[in-house]
């Protein structure tokens, strides 16, 4: 089955890194993404990783996978208060039914100054 | 390009209402999607898409039908509205193909309370 485990709350102080953390279970999952949402907003895709690459950077943003362990890893240096927001991990299964995305249920990231 | 666009952006219902939520989307993407978000549930896959003519039942699809008559347009409806559906409503789409895998589309949403 699909299972996308995340925590649920990350405080952060301001210029900090933030890291946020995830697991899956499908090791048949061949993207996992980074969403962000603001109150009030939709989904803004941060940033995505092929199942068979184990890290990207995107100017601020680093993910990290590690297949064995199937973790998923969103890392934001140097955190400010835009930063400010709900974190959705999500991982895309190939070849299933519903080729949709199954969501983690959001790690809200809390800045303190 | 206005990507994806959710109408209405709000709605009150009452129990036993009929409404549709439309989610119509301008870039020819293929797969069209219905979630529903709610608090502390993260987001789960209502029906879906992969052509016009199109639709399949996803994690929840009690309560609700859908229909894709054209390619741009996905509807939702609720037959008979209950207070288990309020719920914050997101629809995305993507493209088919290996070669684009930037992600879904979302819309910006679309609040609806049962009462």
């Known amino acids: 089955g699909e299972d996308v485990e995340q925590s649920l709350f990350l405080s952060v102080r301001e210029g900090d890194s933030s890291v946020i953390n995830c697991t899956y279970t499908?090791?048949?999952?061949?993207?996992l993404y980074w969403y962000k949402q603001e109150p009030g907003a939709g989904l803004q895709l941060l940033t995505y990783i092929f199942s068979n690459m184990d890290m990207k950077q995107d100017q601020r943003l680093t993910v990290l996978l590690n297949k064995k362990d199937k973790h998923l890893s969103l890392r934001i240096a140097d955190t400010q208060t835009g930063d400010s927001a709900i974190y959705f991990c999500?991982?895309?299964?190939?070849?299933?039914?519903?080729?949709?995305?199954?969501f983690g249920k959001g790690t809200h990231l809390i800045i303190q100054p | 390009n206005a990507g994806v666009t959710q109408t209405p952006k709000f709605r009150v219902l009452k129990t036993g209402q009929s409404m549709t939520l439309l989610c119509a989307q301008d870039m020819n993407h293929e797969y069209m999607y219905w979630y529903r978000q709610d608090p502390g549930m993260g987001l789960r896959l209502i029906h879906y898409?992969?052509?016009?003519?199109?639709?399949a039942k996803g994690e929840v699809p009690d309560g609700y039908n859908v229909s894709r008559l054209k390619k741009q347009n996905f509807l939702l409806g609720l037959e008979s509205a209950a207070p288990s559906q309020t719920s914050v409503y997101f629809c995305a789409s993507r493209r088919t193909g290996t070669q684009n895998n930037y992600g879904y589309t979302f819309g910006s949403g679309t609040r609806l309370t049962v009462v």
């Open positions: 499908d090791s048949s999952s061949t993207y």
């Open positions: 898409s992969v052509g016009e003519g199109t639709t």
């Open positions: 999500a991982e895309r299964i190939s070849g299933g039914g519903a080729d949709g995305l199954t």
